[in-house]
């Protein structure tokens, strides 16, 4: 989806926990810059901030963000030389849309501690040996041959 002139994402909705791809093909793209940086935050205080290199495609520069929890992304570009596409001085600004309440999975069920898990696993274990050792001797015993392996 083109969000504005040369820069795409790869979905329609921009939501927070969501991982995005962003293609540049602006104005630095166009000048031929050998590296491309793309510099962002969330929020009006850019908080979360980095800065990533973008790899070369055809599309463009593109790169993979994982969006956070905050009200908007922003976002500019800085090529090798320091050359600044930061819309005019007003960063690209995009608001993050909160996840629709329909598609979140609300977990209900309470997680069972790990000493639990660990415990009910090894009653399992032991009774399976048992089971075992029970169908392999018992037909031994009534046969009257559970003695023939052992004097071998």
Known sequence: MEQIKNIFF????????????ISYAGK???????????????????????????????LGYQVEVDLINKDT?????????????????????????????????IDQKPVMKARRLRKSYLLFKKFRIA??????????IISDSYLKNEDK
């Open 10 to 21: 790869d979905t329609d909705v921009l939501t927070p926990f969501q991982k995005i791809k």
């Open 28 to 58: 630095l793209f166009q000048e031929n810059s050998k590296r491309i940086f793309i510099s962002y935050g969330f929020g009006p205080k850019w908080e979360e901030s980095a800065k990533v290199e973008m790899v070369l495609s055809e």
């Open 73 to 105: 992304f922003n976002f500019k570009f800085i090529d090798d030389k320091n050359n600044i596409d930061d819309n005019n001085s007003l960063d690209y600004v995009f608001t993050l849309q909160p996840p629709e309440q329909s598609l979140m999975v």
């Open 131 to 140: 089971m075992y050792k029970a169908f392999i001797m018992i037909p031994r």
